[in-house]
């Protein structure tokens, strides 16, 4: 087992079916032909519920420059042990008219309509309204 890098002595550990949040920053995102779309950079969870509402995927861009964040409703994501990474079931025109934002810009992650406007975008439910 690995020492965390945020609590020393707290074991990371990564079964078939957990992942330590702190592993899934990086993790290459696939579109359904194993295309390389971008990277998880973060994932948003739900306090109140204790469940992952987004993974944040960097997308675009050319080293960084013109690089947009998508806020994915985890629901979309399925883990692909083959490739190392998660896949959607989108194509990189579907991403290109998601909502997005710059790494310059703020986001009200507490704006219900913006999240409604993600989830609608994506064709699920809000992440506020799944039943546990």
Known sequence: MASSPVAPGVAIEETAQLIAAAKVGGTPVYNRHAERLGTVEDVM?????????????????????????????????????????????????????????????????????????????YGVSPHWAQVP
């Open 45 to 121: 969870l739900d306090k109140q519920s204790g469940r992952v509402a987004y993974a944040v995927m960097s997308f675009g861009g050319f080293l960084g420059i013109g690089e947009r964040y998508h806020p994915l409703p985890w629901s979309k994501l399925r883990y692909d042990v083959d490739l190392g990474g998660y896949v959607v079931d989108l194509d990189r025109d579907q991403l290109q008219g998601a909502p997005s934002y710059a790494s310059s810009e703020e986001i009200d992650w507490t704006d219900r309509q913006w999240g409604q406007r993600v989830s609608d975008y």
